[in-house]
């Protein structure tokens, strides 16, 4: 019997697990039958699934924490039973910042997140940057990262959101000065000459959760066969994609149009870590720009939902512990333990751990015995023990 479930997406890279779930069978080993549903922004597909009209979403992973927290006029309870992808997402400028930029010295060596910051902030200019949720990533760590180099944000920017698919839009129509978004529409902007890009925020936190596999709590709760069928296939796509060669294949599957429609020359980029970064055809290598399965990247570590927590808490004025505790419930690390356990996933051997303190690849006990962690870094090393903020 094959069963039918409908999952929302935003026409973005990080979407590849969903996708290629569907199109090389993954889901309906499964016994599914997965349609998948494209939306325009990140406030529809929200919508979409807190109303019931879908059963899943590749969803930003800060949002369903702020639902919980009772933010963003939406509150129904989601639960984000795996990570889709960490990383992926690009900070870029206007051609005129970017002239500016250059002209005061900066070499966008795309490794630096403290010479681009204080770049920026040296110009004086109160600027204008898209992201393209307010309770995203790109807004947490766009945030974090100005702050510690001590400009004050949110309140010296003017924030504007941007769906990832009309950002350079935005640049190219003089409304935005900068933007940090995901490919490939970071890109496109340096294929229609209208940006430059100024930095991954792999530079900003060297591990940090990007998009989650989100349900309804109640659905979850309702259907759990489905729901392990569901993170089990999203799980085996995204282990194919760290196979390799399989991200040439990708780049094909996610270029057509009802998927991102861009060429698939242009998505290899993201998959790859090769970036093109200004229309003179400047590159730049970004090893771990985006991941879908190495160091354990699709585990739901209730630490990185509890980081989140902070973040947002100290921004909106809320109960910083409360608000944690709050975040971790939405990671579900004990869903992942049961569904994935006839898998070859695997397993840490907690469910939370000290975030940014790896400088490098690490070996770390799992259930199964070891695995390896990548570098999780934050650019001004500092690190988030849970256990202590609490």
């Given at each position: 019997m094959t069963l039918n479930i409908t999952a929302g997406f935003i026409p973005l890279v990080d979407a590849a697990p969903l996708i290629i779930a569907r199109e090389l069978g993954f889901a309906e080993e499964e016994g599914l039958n997965l349609e998948l549903r494209k939306a325009p922004s990140w406030a529809t597909l929200r919508d979409l699934l807190a109303l019931g009209q879908i059963e899943a979403a590749h969803m930003l992973s800060p949002t369903p924490v702020a639902m919980a927290l009772g933010l963003g006029g939406m509150t129904t309870r989601l639960d984000a039973l795996s990570v889709m992808s960490v990383n992926g997402n690009v900070i870029g400028v206007?051609?005129?910042?970017?002239?500016?930029?250059?002209?005061a010295g900066h070499d966008f060596d795309f490794k630096s997140a403290q010479?681009?910051?204080?770049?920026?902030?040296?110009?004086?200019?109160?600027?204008r940057i898209g992201v393209p949720f307010p309770f995203s990533m790109h807004a947490e760590l766009l945030y974090y990262w100005l702050n510690s180099l001590g400009l004050a944000a949110p309140q010296s920017l003017d924030i504007r959101t941007v769906p990832p698919p009309l950002?350079?839009?935005?640049i190219a129509a003089d409304e935005i000065d900068a933007f940090c978004v995901g490919e490939p529409w970071g890109s496109i902007t340096v294929e229609n000459d209208v940006g430059e890009l100024l930095l991954p925020c792999a530079a900003i936190w060297g591990f940090s959760p990007e998009k989650v596999l989100a349900v309804r709590h109640d659905w979850t709760e309702s259907d759990p066969d489905l729901t392990g069928r569901l993170m089990r296939a999203v799980w085996r796509a995204g282990r194919w994609l760290n196979t390799e060669g399989a991200r040439t294949t990708a780049a094909e599957i996610l270029s057509r149009s009802h998927y991102i429609a861009v060429?698939?020359?242009?998505?290899?980029?993201?998959?790859?870590?090769?970036?093109?970064?200004?229309a003179r055809g400047d590159e730049r290598e970004t090893p771990h720009f985006l991941e879908f399965h190495a160091g354990a990247a699709t585990f739901p570590w209730k630490s990185q939902a509890a980081w989140i927590g902070a973040q947002i808490a100290g921004r909106m004025g809320l109960d910083r512990t409360q608000a944690m505790q709050t975040a971790r419930a939405v990671f579900r690390s004990d869903l992942y333990r049961t569904h994935l356990a006839q898998t070859s996933a695997e397993m840490p051997g907690a469910s939370e751990k000290v975030e940014g303190s790896l400088a490098e690849n690490t070996a770390?006990?799992?259930?199964?015995?070891?695995?390896?962690?990548l570098r999780d870094q934050f650019f001004d090393g500092r690190v988030f023990d849970p256990f202590a903020a609490a």
């Open positions: 206007s051609k005129a910042l970017a002239t500016k930029l250059h002209a010479k681009a910051g204080r770049a920026l902030i040296a110009t004086g200019q109160r600027l950002m350079a839009q935005a060429a698939p020359e242009v998505i290899d980029r993201a998959l790859t870590g090769q970036l093109v970064i200004s770390v006990a799992s259930g199964g015995g070891q695995l390896y962690l």
